[in-house]
T-cell receptor, first 113, second 115 residues
Framework: DAKTTQPNSMESNEEEPVHLPCNHS???????IHWYRQLPSQGPEYVIH???SNVNNRMASLAIAEDRKSSTLILHRATLRDAAVYYC??????????????FGKGTKLSVKP | GAGVSQSPSNKVTEKGKDVELRCDPI?????LYWYRQSLGQGLEFLIY????????KSGLPSDRFSAERTGGSVSTLTIQRTQQEDSAVYLC?????????????FGPGTRLTVT
């Protein structure tokens, strides 16, 4: 499976935007970029996913580079509740894979009041 | 609706004992996944069920680990003769169907401590 590279940790101030980067230079044409996050003492939860175009939902925005070798998860106004480990995961949208998620180490986001 | 539930939330057991961990997936979800998260390690895939098909056991770390899924719904992960290295949080996830297209919904996990 294609791999992703993320910074180990990032800090943000409350109510400021946060840009979480992810590099995936070996991404294939059918790979979707998914983001999950894991709040302390909870299971991971889905955040957003995209293929080529930028995507927005109620939780976040996903900006995808034109060459698709990198992407950025954007939290528009960080809250204390957004402190979590964020995982960037590539998933083959057209394959016959069983679909288990392959997690890297993710980025631990700390939010300061 | 109800999310994925797991029980117990915490389990402390003595080395050498067997343990059973339970997962109730979201109703109607046909795919079910077990993962493990150890201190200092990331989340690793253990086993996967799709409907009533035979499970993919490729991620199980040893033959002391087994899992079953009854009636295409509830799943039980069994660890026999537990060892200290089995201490971890065991997470269950379900999705509507199997495959990379579908979002996975995770339960809160079972924290297993082997003393």
């Amino acid at each position: 499976d294609a791999k992703t590279t993320q910074p180990n940790s990032m800090e943000s101030n409350e109510e400021e935007p946060v840009h979480l980067p992810c590099n995936h230079s070996t991404i294939s044409g059918t790979d979707y970029i998914h983001w999950y996050r894991q709040l302390p003492s909870q299971g991971p939860e889905y955040v957003i996913h995209g293929l080529t175009s930028n995507v927005n939902n109620r939780m976040a925005s996903l900006a995808i580079a034109e060459d698709r070798k990198s992407s950025t998860l954007i939290l528009h106004r960080a809250t204390l509740r957004d402190a979590a480990v964020y995982y960037c995961i590539l998933r083959d949208g057209y394959g016959g894979s069983q679909g288990n998620l392959i997690f890297g180490k993710g980025t631990k986001l700390s939010v300061k009041p | 609706g109800a999310g994925v539930s797991q029980s117990p939330s915490n389990k402390v057991t003595e080395k050498g004992k067997d343990v059973e961990l339970r997962c109730d997936p979201i109703s109607g979800h046909t795919a079910l996944y077990w993962y493990r998260q150890s201190l200092g390690q990331g989340l690793e895939f253990l086993i996967y069920f799709q409907g009533n098909s035979a499970p993919d056991k490729s991620g199980l770390p040893s033959d002391r680990f087994s899992a079953e899924r009854t009636g295409g719904s509830v799943s039980t992960l069994t660890i026999q003769r537990t060892q200290q290295e089995d201490s971890a949080v065991y997470l269950c996830a379900s999705s509507l169907l199997a495959g990379d297209y579908y979002e996975q919904y995770f339960g809160p996990g079972t924290r297993l401590t082997v003393t």
